[in-house]
């Protein structure tokens, strides 16, 4: 059998690509457009895996889609493929509505073509040949990874966001991210195209495109530069370390309820400054400044983004109880993990900071203008 995987060259498309390949025989058929945050250094292990089959190319290019189902006749679409960084959505919202909405449109249809093609009903079992999982409608499965940003901000005291939460999105890019949630819950409504939604928390772990913070915490300090905390820091996110995600996704795949939402996190809500900090004290430990001073002095307080939102946290319940996922990182062993990763992963770094994205950076926070 095969599954398709959308965005399966970026953080955590590429995670979850490496960790099925590395638990089952079945077959990846991986496509990405290979943007910035598209890294086929990161799937460098497998370029002699007879089971990766990777192909560059959008989401939005139906013909390319509806040609890669037909060819494999994948058994599961798994799609990850967005443009995910809330600070380029409000500097050129344009790629993130073209990406996350019209693209998610094309791809909903490319798959209900292929989808309403299938046979309705299992072979008899006199014709059926042993041991086959034979691909019908009923046995399909449209899964679309999401954010808990969708649902807007939390203050202080608000219950974490269950999967019943209203979307109230204040960024271009989580407003992207809603409008495609609600096509591909109104496909399964409308058409009848069984699919699967995760909305999750921030991710962080190997491969970690450094924009987002912890990476960028880890590059920065060890090069000397600035680390940027936007307004006071105080903004609180739950984290959830990717292999982590990645195992939920393949339990919701495997066992989630049709038209289902589920919400997955790692129960670790913390303020961005304490992860900061925490960051700078591991560093500190695994590779000590040469003049003894530390870390944290580098930390730099910069002007609050734009409409960010003070709190999320994710109510990861209903996964839990229905079909029996947790995660098995602690806040504390995942982020030694991800700092050591980073720490013997210098030229995968190097490689990723080239070009666009090391501009971008440079001219983001060109405005770090208040110490602690």
């Known amino acids: 059998m095969t599954i398709l995987v959308t965005g399966g060259a970026g953080f955590i498309g590429a995670n979850f690509v490496l960790d099925w390949l590395a638990a089952s025989s079945e077959t990846v058929v991986n496509l990405d457009k290979l943007t910035y945050a598209g890294n086929l250094e990161t799937l460098t292990s497998l370029q002699n895996n007879a089971n990766h089959v990777f192909v560059r190319g959008d989401i939005g290019d139906l013909a390319l889609v509806e040609s890669l189902l037909q060819t494999h006749q994948p058994r599961a679409v798994v799609n990850f493929a967005a443009e995910s960084h809330v600070d ?25 073509g292929y989808w309403s093609g299938l046979p309705q009903e299992e072979m008899h079992p006199r014709v059926k040949p042993e041991n ?57 409504h409308t ?7 995760t909305n ?47 195992s939920a996704i393949r339990r919701v795949l495997e066992a989630g ?42 930390i730099t307080y910069v002007t609050d983004r734009p409409g960010h939102d003070r709190r999320y946290a994710i109510d990861a319940r209903k996964l839990e109880q229905e079909l029996g996922w947790k995660p098995a990182e602690t806040f504390e062993s995942g982020i030694r993990k991800t700092v050591e990763w980073y720490l013997a992963n210098p030229q ?25």
């Not at 380029?88 to 798959?111: D, K």
């Not at 309820?257 to 304490?274: A, D």
Request: overall charge neutral; some cysteine; aromatic content about 12%.
């Open 88 to 112: 380029r959505s409000i500097h050129g919202p344009g790629e993130f509505i073209e990406t996350n909405i019209m693209g998610t449109f094309r791809l909903l249809e490319a798959v209900r």
């Open 132 to 188: 086959d999982k034979h691909l019908t409608q009923s046995s399909f499965r449209f899964l679309h990874v999401s954010t808990d940003e969708v649902y807007g901000s939390l203050s202080k005291d608000d219950p974490a966001f269950a999967e019943t939460h209203r979307y109230e999105p204040n960024s271009p890019y989580s407003a992207s991210k809603a409008a495609s949630d609600h096509l591909v819950r109104a496909w399964h």
């Open 191 to 197: 058409y009848g195209l069984p699919v699967l939604t």
């Open 200 to 246: 999750c928390s921030n991710n962080y772990g190997p491969y970690h495109f450094p924009e987002k913070l912890i990476p960028l915490m880890i590059v920065n300090a060890l090069a000397g530069k600035p680390l940027p905390v936007y307004g006071d820091g105080m903004q609180v996110r739950d984290w959830l370390y990717v292999k982590d995600h990645c």
């Open 257 to 298: 309820r049709l038209g289902e939402t589920y919400n997955v996190g790692g129960w670790n809500e913390k303020p961005n400054i304490e992860i900061v900090q925490t960051v700078c004290k591991l560093l500190d430990a695994l590779r000590p400044k040469a003049d003894g001073t530390h870390y944290s002095s580098q």
């Open 348 to 372: 995968w770094v190097s490689n990723v900071q080239s070009g666009a994205y090391r501009d971008w950076v440079q001219k983001q926070y060109a405005g770090a203008d208040r110490k602690p």
